[in-house]
């Protein structure tokens, strides 16, 4: 039976060395906690570190350790402390993390972790590979592993690989500054599906795929030679019941039930009127989540504010992280002393404005912080999505509480109703943080009723099923291309069925499908390969070939002229037959060439890169070599200029592969292909092309014709091939 692998850097689970055995604890984070419900519900292993360095073990417990994974379908990766060290504390956490929340002055690029986290991506693969089967779905997650898809992929091409990054990918601006930006982008690109929590990074993303690979992108799809791979946004939900369900119970708890923290804050609370009312914030103790500035700002709140000197108290929980790094260990330190010196400054004997844990605390006590205060401040910097947010609200049983939630956070995106405030704004803050205090009952009502009924809704499971769904039906769509594509045998087939027909036509198109595209059209000139290949068709009896070209009648006389092949030029206003001259195929006219040729240079002027082709009988606008982004966008507002224009004129615009033409309407391949066979009966009628104008002749003609488009875009053709050498492979079957 098929199943699910998980990966991801750390398995979802804490391993301790005790003396009787090996203990196993369940690990804190947003994967560790949003995944674990889809681990346990489905068939499934996950793959990861285990938290043990090699140099940890001797065989007697590896064996040991080995076996208490295997009863979670955990699997691990070994990995030594070197590994850690370069992999892990270096390139993870000291290059990636900053660069991708946009703290460029922490990031650090060194060659030797570079070299080892591409080793460890590599062990990695190793053990993925020694589990993977047929049929399986694998599943990577997180920036630990950009380069895990590649690997995967090389090995097993068809494998069904998702990829989800749960940090936000940065802005292209930022991403090109990192020197191996190719090979990772590369690296992630060996998966079918790509998601990011929201739609920003997918957008960040594939602006960097297209500027710094030049990948062709078609709304979220990348084309790659030969695969398609998919990129959306899956916003990432909770475990919404957990949380709920937990509130509920907690808050049914006799005294003597309670927790020790519960009890302590319970004798807080009762103490009369001058209630002192809790804002909370949860995180762990990382420089993008802004706690400093938190700090700061709680501190101008009550500068700004002293009549909530005594009524209000921030409990913070910064639960210890990467305290190896350096950046984290100064963080700890001024954390430490921000807390001790606003401590200081506003303390008074029945109230003390802070109550900081640096520690990680058990699930039930998370649960009494959630449900014992009335506001939650969260003001990361930056954060992928941010799950206590989330959780804070799914634990608000009466619905009453308020969240005040970063801007900078995935999760503000979807939680309009909270308060989302710019953490860098301190006023803003101040502000926000009296308004939360004093916010009615009815309003805290009113908005937590929304934000409930939408967290329970997208939930962690329906994110996870969406994500694997959407995986499925990339695979179901593959498989669709696999059906058409052109295999061994349907060569055979086609090249029997042509050696035994009496007359056959082939129509080819150039650019695209004989010869690849270059940066400048004048240098695809064909190469004596593609002559031998028309020549050994040409020179077959019975057979007709056709170069059909939207390219303009000058340059392909040029050519082919010294050919007696015959020729199709400007999407089928010109025909030259064999050894004949050119005649127009069309009534077809170019005065209004005037009209719109000094729009089209008026946008070349404008748009760097770009170039007008002036043919006999259309203009066409090039942008191939302008900048992705404005190519398109002027691309967009140079057709709403002359679809204005050409209104009540027999013109029409045709969309290429990043060019726009103008033309007289009603010329097209598939009206010229139609005219030939209009002429003759043939028992073998082949095309084949890679454009959209192809597409019109792959249209008209009979059901009998063998259509063939080039690449994996969308057609009405019977069959695919991969790229030109596959045209080639397939025209020289024919014989
Ligand atoms: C990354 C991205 C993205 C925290 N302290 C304790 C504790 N936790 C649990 C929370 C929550 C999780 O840890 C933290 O999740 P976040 O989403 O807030 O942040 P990261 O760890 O940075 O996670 C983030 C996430 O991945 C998912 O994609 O949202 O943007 O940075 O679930 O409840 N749990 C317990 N004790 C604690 O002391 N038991």
Redesign the pocket.
């Known amino acids: 039976m098929s199943k699910t692998i998980i990966i991801s850097n750390r398995l979802p689970l804490q391993l301790k060395i005790r003396d009787n055995g090996i203990e196993t604890t369940p690990s ?4 560790a ?2 995944m674990k419900s889809v681990h346990s519900d489905n068939d499934s292993i996950w793959i990861g570190w285990s938290g043990l360095t090699e140099e940890e073990f001797n065989l007697e417990l590896k064996n040991q350790v080995t076996a208490a994974l295997q009863k979670h379908d955990c699997v691990g990766v070994p990995l030594t402390e070197n590994d850690i060290d370069g992999f892990y504390y270096g390139f993870s956490n000291n290059t990636l993390w900053p660069l991708f929340h946009y703290f460029m002055e922490y990031t650090q690029f060194e060659k030797n972790t570079w070299e080892t986290y591409k080793s460890v991506n590599q062990k990695f693969a190793d053990v993925v590979l020694q589990n993977l089967e047929d049929g399986d779905t694998v599943w990577i997650h997180d920036y630990q592993l950009l380069l895990l898809p590649e690997l995967i992929r090389q090995k097993k091409p068809d494998a069904s690989i998702g990829f989800f990054l ?2 936000p990918f940065p802005s292209y601006e930022v991403f090109r500054t990192i020197p191996c930006r190719e090979e990772l982008l590369k690296g992630m690109l060996g998966a079918d599906l790509i998601g990011f ?1 929201t739609y920003d990074y997918e957008r960040h993303f594939l602006s960097s795929v297209q500027r710094i690979l030049g990948y062709e992108i078609n709304f979220n799809n990348i084309h790659l030679d030969n695969r398609i791979v998919k990129v959306d946004s899956f916003p ?1 939900g ?1 475990d919404y019941d957990k949380f709920h369900d937990a509130a509920v119970s907690h808050n049914q708890k006799e005294k003597k039930d309670k927790t020790e923290i519960q009890q302590e804050i319970d004798k807080h609370l009762k103490e009369g009127s001058n209630k002192a009312k809790l804002i909370l914030s ?3 103790l ?1 420089y993008t989540k802004g706690i400093a500035n938190r700090l700061r700002a709680f501190e101008y709140f009550l500068d700004k504010h002293p009549e909530f000197k005594g009524k209000a108290r921030l409990v913070m ?1 910064a ?1 210890p992280s990467r305290a190896n790094v350096p950046q984290y260990q100064l963080l700890k330190n001024e954390i430490d002393q921000l807390v001790g010196r606003i401590n200081g400054k506003f303390a008074e004997v029945s109230w003390t404005p802070i109550w900081y844990f640096y ?5 039930e ?2 649960i009494d912080l959630y449900t014992s205060s009335e506001v939650a401040l969260l003001t990361p910097i930056r ?6 947010a989330k ?1 804070y609200i799914a634990s608000q049983v009466d619905k009453k509480g308020v969240l005040i939630l970063s801007e900078m ?2 999760a503000s995106n979807e939680m309009s109703e909270a308060l989302i405030i710019n953490p860098n704004n301190f006023e803003e803050i101040a502000d926000t943080l009296k308004f939360a205090l004093e916010m009615p009952e009815e309003e805290q009502i009113k908005r937590n009723s929304a934000l409930q009924k939408r967290l329970k809704r997208y939930n962690v499971e329906k994110w996870a099923n969406d994500f694997i769904e959407a995986l499925d039906g990339i695979k179901h769509d593959t498989k669709k291309y696999t059906l058409k594509k052109i295999n061994t045998k349907v060569r055979n087939e086609i090249a029997a069925n042509y050696n035994a027909a009496k007359s056959k036509i082939l129509f080819l198109d150039y650019d695209g499908t004989m010869v690849p595209f270059e940066k400048l059209p004048e240098n695809a000139k064909p190469t004596q390969r593609v002559f031998d290949i028309l020549d050994a068709l040409h020179n077959q009896s019975n057979t007709k070939v056709i170069i059909i070209t939207g390219r303009d009648r000058d340059t392909i006389q040029e050519w082919f002229g010294h050919k007696d092949y015959t020729l199709i030029t400007e999407h089928g206003a010109w025909l030259k037959e064999s050894n004949k001259d050119w005649e127009l195929m069309e009534r077809v006219d170019n005065k209004w060439f005037e009209a719109i040729a000094p729009i089209l240079e008026s946008f070349t002027d404008s748009t760097p890169g770009s170039l007008v082709e002036e043919k006999r009988y259309s203009l066409a606008w090039h942008f191939r070599n302008v900048d992705p982004d404005l190519g398109k966008k002027r691309a967009n507002s140079l057709k709403t200029t002359i679809q204005q224009l050409i209104a009540n004129h027999n013109l029409e615009i045709l969309e290429g592969d990043k060019v726009l033409e103008i033309k007289v309407s009603g010329v097209s391949k598939g009206k010229s292909a139609s005219k030939m066979l209009s002429e003759k009966e043939y028992d073998f009628i082949f095309a084949i092309g890679d454009d959209w104008t192809d597409e019109h002749m792959f249209k008209e003609l009979p059901n009998t014709a063998y259509t063939v488009k080039v690449g994996l875009k969308k057609t009405v053709a019977q069959y695919y091939v991969e790229d030109i050498d596959q045209v080639y492979n397939l025209l020289t079957a024919f014989d």
């Open positions: 804190i984070g947003g994967l906690t949003g749960h940090i929590h990432m909770i949860i995180d762990r990382d929980l639960v520690r990680s605390l058990p699930f006590n998370l954060d992928g999505m941010n799950l206590v959780e956070t995935g």
